[in-house]
């Protein structure tokens, strides 16, 4: 009886114009499937696109498993759609899910695939190759009729350990920035916090949910890398948590270095557990200050302010933890707003920063009232490097001129602070500029 079944995380895109090189993730989310689907006596395979040398159709011609799972972000739906037709082609039972599936599960009722799964419960996967209808957050095609099964939280707790023998044989592709290799861990999924612009407290049906951080050491231990990158929406959450990480990783005699989110409030509050996270090896936190005035933060329902966000870069900068200043150039910026950005950055002296695009959601209240100013549907151009929607004071041809030249501006400050060292910096500085003219300038 064929037991194969094949997980993918399709290509991140086809073109050069995405952070493959900079940032490539470890595929977390098949691993975790892959150690049930083991334990349940499957044949799993994974082909993940960011590292995979050989095409998607020759694999599963090779495999020709009798199930694919295919998950992926809001930029790879065409992707993930286009596998799910060559695997139907060949007669598998084709499952879609992960994040951007999870709130737009509609967009996926397609005659080539049989099941959509909107929450983070992975059991429900086991029980559809086993034949069992899963009770809950699940869309079923059948006769293409769909029918739809309300989606309810999932327990972290109950996940298994992921299987990283992927992740192993691609070590020389897994990385954050310089960190090479990097493993991902997760310890909670969704988000306490309600940013307008931002769909990641919508996630677990909007239930928080949070690993014992116990368990998370324990497995931080067994991972045979020294760069860990926790992948939690929001990692600096709960105080008293923290402390238990700290106090772990220091009996365990843990030496790692660390990657997690933080808000800058929960910085600024807890000054004195920076230098802790320091002293057990957290290299980098990323933190979204989103912009460079109070009125926006307001806007986007940031619950901080500008005197905030200030304090948390003096502290980081302080102890020595590299911050990552989150930024959104919104689509009512003026040239002077594209300029601030700048100043403010170089003010507060951030090295590290990373600039989005405003996008709308498309599982957001926003996409709604952004719909009438769109330019595109294609999924692919909601990567945060794309106008997705018309910008209110300028042209779109103007627009990427001046987000690309932010973008070239921040990169030569970077590199006169030596923190892309690790990057080629000719093949970069080449491609901002056919960026800068192929889209604007
Ligand atoms: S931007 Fe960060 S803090 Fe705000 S909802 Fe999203 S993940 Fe949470």
Redesign the pocket.
């Known amino acids: 009886m064929n037991k194969k079944v094949l997980l993918v995380h399709p290509e991140i895109s086809r073109t050069k114009y995405n952070f493959a090189g900079v940032i490539d993730n470890e595929p977390l989310e098949l691993e975790y499937i892959f150690a049930l689907l083991k334990k349940e006596g499957f044949d799993p395979f994974i082909w993940d696109g960011q590292v995979e040398k050989e095409p998607f159709i020759n694999k599963l011609h090779e495999i020709e498993p009798f199930a694919v799972y295919i998950c992926g972000r809001t930029r790879q739906e065409n992707f993930m759609k286009e596998y799910c037709l060559a695997a139907k082609d060949m007669n598998c039972i084709t499952i879609v899910g992960g994040l951007h599936v999870q709130l737009n599960y509609r967009r996926f009722f397609c005659s080539y695939i049989d099941y959509v799964v909107t929450s983070f419960d992975i059991f429900n996967i086991v029980n559809i190759l086993n034949d069992i209808e899963p009770e809950n957050s699940i869309c079923i095609q059948k006769n293409g009729k769909w029918t739809v099964k309300e989606a309810v939280p999932f327990d972290i707790n109950r996940l298994p350990l992921a299987d990283r023998s992927y992740y192993y044989e691609h070590t020389d592709r897994y990385r954050y920035l310089e960190l090479l290799p990097c493993a991902h861990i997760r310890t909670s999924y969704s988000?306490p916090?309600?940013?307008s612009?931002?769909c990641?407290?919508k996630m677990n049906c909007g239930k928080y949910s949070a690993r014992d951080i116990d368990n998370v050491v324990d497995e931080i231990a067994e991972i045979n890398c020294d760069n860990i990158y926790i992948i939690d929406?929001?990692f600096l959450f709960d105080r008293k948590r923290i402390e238990r990480f700290i106090n772990l990783i220091r009996l365990r005699g843990i030496k790692k270095k660390f990657v997690c989110?933080g808000?800058a409030d929960f910085i600024a509050a807890n000054a004195d557990l920076m230098q802790e996270l320091k002293d057990i090896g957290v290299y980098y936190i990323l933190t979204?200050l989103e912009a460079a005035d109070g009125k926006r933060l307001k806007n986007y329902n940031?619950k901080t302010g500008m005197k905030t966000n200030a304090e948390a870069v003096r502290i980081l900068n302080e102890v020595g933890i590299n911050i990552m200043g989150m930024f959104i150039v919104d689509l009512d910026f003026t040239a002077k707003d594209f300029r601030s950005i700048y100043k403010w950055i170089k003010r507060h002296k951030v090295r590290h920063t990373a600039i989005s695009i405003f996008t709308p959601e498309m599982s957001s209240e926003l996409y709604e009232q952004y719909r009438g100013r769109l330019i595109t549907d294609d999924p692919s151009h909601w990567d945060y490097l794309h106008v997705v929607a018309k910008p209110e004071k300028m042209s779109v041809r103007n627009y990427y001129m001046y987000y690309h030249i932010l973008v070239v501006k921040l990169f030569l400050k970077g590199k006169r602070e030596g923190i892309y060292d690790f990057l080629d910096y000719g093949y970069y500085i080449k491609s901002m500029l056919k960026n800068l003219f192929k889209f604007g300038g």
């Open positions: 988000c916090y309600k940013c612009f931002c990641r407290s929406d929001d989110y808000r979204g940031k």
